[in-house]
């Protein structure tokens, strides 16, 4: 099956019209040597039963763990109804980008709607439609942040490990450098972070909360990298900004993130979602598609592509980034998350994260032998040393919960809305087995 | 429309989430939020009615005709979004344990080896998430090979004027200097402007072929030879490979590294301008260079973005290419080219080609002529396709074309489709000779008319505010 419409004879009928036989004919400017003489070596095509059986196989041989106590850049959470439903219509799934205003108001509404909940969440100015996902957000913001003086892009190497080597890839592409700031206790090191920041630094990001889920003291960060006179550069997770303090409150330039839990499901890590907010000041460095208002020749409201100025197509070998796309379909799935929780319900999705993963870390810790290795304040994840680590990942397992991600010290926890506190307590409970053996 | 924001009523909500039922714990004072963000407050059915209001002002691929030129806007199949939307595929955490993701092993392996197959290349990336984050891949790969064989002098990337404007900004990205080179005549590359361009700083040549202006370069062979000669390599812009997957591989062409579109080629669908996915191909000896995540595969690589890429949509594209399999695969192209030489064929007469000769799936008209005659431009045509419920083509590109419309309708359309498309496309070229001014101001049956661009970027309004 190929999806070719058409039968024999009408393709037959096309071909007289044009003068030719055979479709052999319309490749005629095509070297002869070049044209492929055998069939490809994939099989043979097969019915929409046949596929989806063999698809379906292959789905069953993953496991889907009813429990997901693990984070590190990519969480469980409920994904309401009315987000799948909506995103599923074909007119938002098939449409291409809303270059022709007039057809397209309805997906332009959306991403300015998008824009303007990335901006409330983040306490920003003006927000892009979208980029590929957090860690090449991240890099993104670097990049705009670069001018010709600043050229050194600093990084705390306690923000996502995946994060950190997507900047260093950018930086490497743009022949810029790039450094790491070392972690202490879990957190960015101040005192390390001082004594790098210079006249050469363009920007310095840190990850709110952490790889290891601690809390890190941005303000004062933002202020030293503000008194070096460079850029401070926020990488947060949009499902604590209903009750955690806003990148712009903390003094961030450049607020960027994955929105991946705002509605996408882990799919084994993607399609997700990146965002990027900044201040008036600094709209026209910010890469990628933004959405703008205007009036059509009549006098109504509508909205369109905007500020293309800065974009691929217009400055080609001089935009600041190649980015033509965004993650639409992402954008208005968080959309629609973010107004099917609304403001209180985004902020109890919070308080219920930060309330289970600290019932969680205390019932753990009080085993023997399981200690947290980082003892700041936390949001939903903490890393605890785990001993047979191994055998008790394996047990939880066996039982259909994923435990924690093993790390450098121990084991990365992760709990949210999603975990009843009887799943915790079964979690502790087999840990506890294991261990007592 | 009114905007989420203008229908929101406070206390409106939806009852998502039991009681917490273990002890709440506050955030540190230091970091506590002050104020609620103001996102909309709505029930379910609110929001259901505002989001099919907005669906009703979308023009999908199952509303019309949509032959958008170089974006290859095919029918996406339903099965292929049956297939994504299994729970045992989206319910798995990218750092699950290795034995409880066999599933997805073998399906991102099982896409790779087909798509390698259709390439002609040896080793494959699904990380990129669209054609420039795989553009940028692949540039990145000839950055590594230069600089592990320690050739420091090789500054430059060679990408022909006709170029989609994402070639010559990933070179930049890359840290290269970019060398345009002019179009021969026939819109293909020329041979001596090449010559002249390469030389011992050259690290490589961007192109695609069929190129912007749906022709397929008969040199191609010494075009890829030239370049190697100079010590550089060849990338290869998937973009336009609908119109020849199972025909001719790139690979056989000469290139050494490729990004294909799986939301172009092989059906996902375009989500309003994401989530793709730029799957990136290369020959063996360019394999050590391909992308990893460092948490899935551990330090040493670059990376992209984060895990291994947008795996529901390779999912997507491996349904559709275990439908389409051996037969379906040039079939699909074939018909392609078909389609495109057809509907041609049928506006002849009119519109005037900018290049008369057989082209492959896709086709660009040159108004320049037209709109000296009648005063009507290639986006007057543009605006009044949307009065007949038909999707504009693409606009003024390539930029080697004036009042370009560039026309791709792609194997999916059926031959009725085509006929008709031709003839509102040849009522067009007779209405900007009869009433040039109806089409100056189109579209007319729409909800809104012309926006003011120029207004949207001198006053930039990007969000909504309170009041």
């Known amino acids: 099956m190929s999806y070719v419409p058409s039968t024999i004879e009408e393709r037959r009928e096309m071909l007289g019209a044009l003068g030719m036989q055979d479709f052999k004919d319309l490749y005629r400017d095509v070297p002869a040597g070049m044209l492929l003489d055998h069939p490809l070596d994939i099989p043979h095509g097969m019915s929409e039963l046949e596929v989806t059986r063999a698809v379906t196989a292959m789905a069953a041989k993953n496991t889907v763990f009813p429990t997901v106590l693990r984070g590190a850049g990519a969480y469980d959470h409920y994904i309401p109804s009315i987000v799948k439903s909506v995103v599923s219509k074909e007119e938002f799934l098939t449409t291409y980008t809303p270059y022709q205003a007039e057809l397209s108001q309805g997906v332009l509404q959306s991403i300015f709607e998008f824009q303007t909940m990335i901006c409330e969440l983040t306490g920003m100015d003006v927000a892009n439609a979208s980029v590929y996902d957090g860690a090449s957000a991240a890099a993104e913001a670097a990049t705009m942040c670069r001018d010709r003086k600043r050229h050194v892009t600093l990084v705390s190497g306690a923000a996502n490990p995946d994060v950190i080597n997507t900047v260093r890839t950018y930086c490497l592409g743009a022949n810029a450098e790039m450094q790491v700031v070392p972690v202490k206790d879990g957190k960015t090191d101040m005192e390390a972070l001082k004594a790098m920041l210079n006249a050469d630094v363009a920007s310095f990001y840190v990850q709110q909360p952490n790889f290891f889920g601690q809390f890190e003291d941005a303000e004062a960060l933002g202020a030293a990298v503000h008194e070096a006179g460079a850029m401070f550069v926020m990488g947060v997770n949009p499902i604590t900004l209903g009750v955690v303090k806003s990148p712009a409150a903390c003094g961030a330039d450049v607020a960027v993130g994955e929105g991946q839990p705002l509605g996408m499901p882990l799919s084994f890590g993607g399609p997700y979602l990146g965002f990027m907010a900044t201040t008036t000041k600094n709209m026209r460095r910010l890469p990628g598609r933004i959405v703008g208002e205007t009036v059509d020749d009549q006098g109504r409201r509508c909205y369109v592509l905007s500020l293309q100025a800065r974009e691929q197509h217009i400055r080609r070998e001089k935009a600041s980034s190649n980015i033509c796309s965004n993650q639409a379909l992402c954008a208005l799935t968080a959309s629609v998350y973010l107004s099917a929780v609304g403001p209180e319900g985004l902020a109890e999705v919070g308080r219920q994260c930060m309330a289970k993963a600290h019932y969680l870390c205390k019932a753990l810790t009080a085993l023997e032998g399981v200690e947290l290795v980082y003892t700041g304040d936390f949001f939903h994840e903490f890393v605890t040393t785990l001993p047979k680590c191994d055998e008790v990942l394996a047990a939880l397992e066996q039982n259909g919960i994923l435990g924690g991600l093993p790390v450098e010290g121990g084991v990365l926890w992760c709990a949210t809305e999603k975990v009843s506190r009887e799943q915790l307590d079964k979690t502790v409970e087999i840990v506890k087995e294991v261990l007592a053996k | ?467």
């Open chain 2, 1 to 467: 429309m009114k905007l989420i924001f203008e229908k929101s009523i406070k206390g409106h909500h939806l009852d998502l989430l039991p009681a917490c039922d273990v002890e709440t714990v506050e955030v540190p004072a230091a970091l506590k939020r002050e104020e609620l963000p103001a996102l909309p407050e709505m029930s379910e059915v609110e929001l259901s009615r505002h989001f099919t209001e907005l669906s009703k002002q979308v023009f999908g691929v199952n509303v019309g005709f949509y032959p958008l030129g170089s974006c290859t806007m095919k029918y996406n199949p339903r099965v292929d979004e049956d297939m994504a939307a299994l729970p045992g595929f989206t319910g798995v955490h990218p750092l699950a344990p290795a034995y409880s993701v066999a599933g997805c092993r073998e399906a991102l392996d099982t896409a790779a080896k087909y798509l390698c197959e259709i390439s002609g290349m040896d080793g494959m990336t699904f990380q990129p998430a669209a054609g420039a984050h795989g553009e940028f891949t692949g540039v990145m790969l000839i950055k590594q090979y230069h600089m592990s064989r320690g050739d420091t002098a090789r500054t430059k990337i060679i990408v022909p004027d006709s170029a989609h404007g994402t070639n010559p900004a990933t070179a930049a990205m890359c840290g290269y200097q970019v060398v345009n080179i002019a179009s021969a005549p026939n819109g293909c590359v020329d041979l001596e402007a090449l010559k002249a361009a390469l030389g011992p700083d050259t690290a490589g040549l961007m192109l695609t072929n069929p190129n912007t202006v749906g022709i397929f370069d008969e040199n191609i062979l010494e075009i890829t030879r030239l370049v190697h000669e100079a010590g550089g390599l060849c990338y290869y812009d998937g973009a336009n490979l609908n119109a020849v997957m199972g025909v001719v591989r790139p690979g056989d062409m000469g290139f050494d590294c490729i990004h294909m579109n799986l939301h172009k080629t092989f059906a996902t669908p375009h989500g309003g301008g994401g989530p793709g996915a730029g799957a990136v191909g290369c020959k063996a000896f360019l394999k050590e260079f391909l992308p990893a995540s460092a948490l899935m595969e551990g330090p040493g690589h670059i990376q992209v973005r984060s895990f291994a890429g947008n795996f529901l949509v390779v999912v997507k594209a491996l349904t559709y290419l275990l439908t389409l399999g051996c037969e379906g695969v040039p079939k699909a192209a074939q018909n392609a080219v078909l389609n495109a030489n057809y509907l041609l064929h049928r506006i002849k007469g009119t519109f005037e080609p900018a290049f008369d000769r057989v082209c492959m799936h896709e086709f660009v008209l040159d108004l320049a002529a037209f709109k000296k005659e009648t005063g009507v431009s290639a986006l007057d045509v543009a605006k009044c396709l949307i009065d007949y419920g038909m999707h504009p083509p693409t606009m003024y590109f390539p930029l080697i074309v004036h009042e370009a419309l560039m026309l791709e309708p792609t194997e999916t359309e059926t031959k009725d489709t085509l006929d008709q498309a031709a003839e509102v496309y040849r009522k067009l070229y007779e209405l900007g000779h009869t009433d040039p001014e109806y089409m100056h101001h189109a579209p007319h049956n729409t909800p809104i008319g012309r926006p003011d661009d120029v207004r949207a970027t001198r006053t930039p309004v990007v969000r909504w505010q309170k009041a």
